[in-house]
């Protein structure tokens, strides 16, 4: 039962601040090019309730011009700006930048579409505040991007990774725990795949709910088997791992979906994606076995100096009881 209070005490903690989620919430930034010189701008910030926002503005170039005035409002939780802009000689080879970000703790997924369907993306963050708009994006940028958007998705998915502790608190063994990790990763990537390039396509509610019901569903096997009760998930904890990681793929999509994928670099995003998302999640999993390794050390180690500790008070009570007798004798 002490795994099973584990997880719901990291449940309770992931939970217990939505204040914090909200801030950590990114931004988003979509500038899709609509002539040679003419934009569509669309930034989205998180908000609380329908007067306070996040103070970040965006910072364009220099002879940048609003053709109508902006449109601003607040929206589920968001404060919404949608703007048309022109800029003679376009914003190739120009500055673009979040003021303000550097003094908030949350980031700001960029999406930049020109006139003919090439997608620039970038995530700024307090320490990387501006970009530069690119005429194509190399091969290399698109890698180190979506590698880190993967990286990033996966740690602040707080169901997926409450998903694998709940894996890795059912399994035992590493042998078993690779195992179960691996069929997890195999099925998210075939949906994910799937999912992203249009083959299959699931409703966004329904989803969240499956997904939601699978942390609860492994979380009553880690009951039934500290109870003793045998179970599938038991047996075979890997067939559980690939036919609940279909599942996890279609969220993991449907978060890729949000940025889009370059259209002249399709097979190395979604690839690099998917890697950034399997670093992320081994990088949780060493830190979990390192976790638990470190706390069963630690009560060894109490228990060994408890022992320690008792059998020098025994052996100072039977010292103290000899020379007790032996005062006797004299």
């Known amino acids: 039962m002490s795994r099973f209070r584990f997880l719901f005490a990291v449940l309770a903690l992931l939970l217990s601040h939505p204040a914090i989620s909200d801030e950590l919430r990114p931004g988003y930034l979509e500038i899709r090019q609509v002539s ?9 910030i998180p908000a609380r309730g329908e007067d306070l926002r996040l103070a970040i503005y965006v910072g364009l170039p220099e002879g940048t011009q609003d053709v109508t005035p902006p449109r601003a409002f607040f929206s589920e939780g968001a404060y919404v700006e949608r703007r048309s802009l022109r800029r003679d000689g ?11 970000l550097s003094a908030t703790p949350t980031d700001v997924l960029v999406r930049i579409e020109s006139l003919g369907g090439v997608i ?3 995530r700024l963050s307090p320490l990387k505040t501006s970009f530069t708009v690119q005429a194509v994006p190399g091969a290399g940028e698109v890698a180190a991007t979506y590698l880190r958007l993967g990286i990033e998705h996966i740690l602040l ?10 894996l890795v608190m059912l399994v035992r063994g590493w042998a078993r725990v690779a195992i179960t990790v691996t069929a997890f990763t195999i099925a998210h990537s075939v949906t994910l795949a799937a999912a992203t390039l249009g083959f299959v396509s699931v409703p966004g509610p329904p989803l969240e709910a499956a997904i939601a019901l699978s942390i609860v569903l492994v979380a009553v096997e880690i009951v039934n088997d500290r109870r003793g009760t045998p179970s599938l998930a038991t047996r075979w904890p890997w067939a559980v791992a690939f ?26 995003a979604l690839l ?13 999993v060493g830190a979990v076995l390192a ?3 470190a ?34 004798w004299m």
């Open 272 to 284: 690099f994606f998917n890697l950034g998302v399997e670093i992320g999640q081994l990088a949780f």
């Open 90 to 100: 376009g914003l190739v080879g120009q500055v673009i930048s979040i003021q303000g």
């Open 36 to 44: 040679a010189e003419a934009y569509n701008l669309l930034f989205k």
């Open 243 to 268: 036919c609940f990681g279909l599942l996890h793929g279609f969220g993991f999509a449907g978060a890729l979906a949000e940025v889009g994928l370059p259209h002249q670099a399709i097979p190395i």
């Open 295 to 328: 706390f069963r050390r630690a009560a060894a180690l109490r228990f060994v100096a408890t022992i320690c500790s008792t059998s020098r008070r025994a052996w100072v009570w039977v010292r103290r009881a000899v020379a007790a007798r032996a005062d006797c």
């Open 120 to 122: 620039q993306t970038e």
């Open 291 to 293: 976790a638990g390794w």
């Open 157 to 166: 998915g707080f169901d997926h990774l409450l998903f694998v502790l709940a």
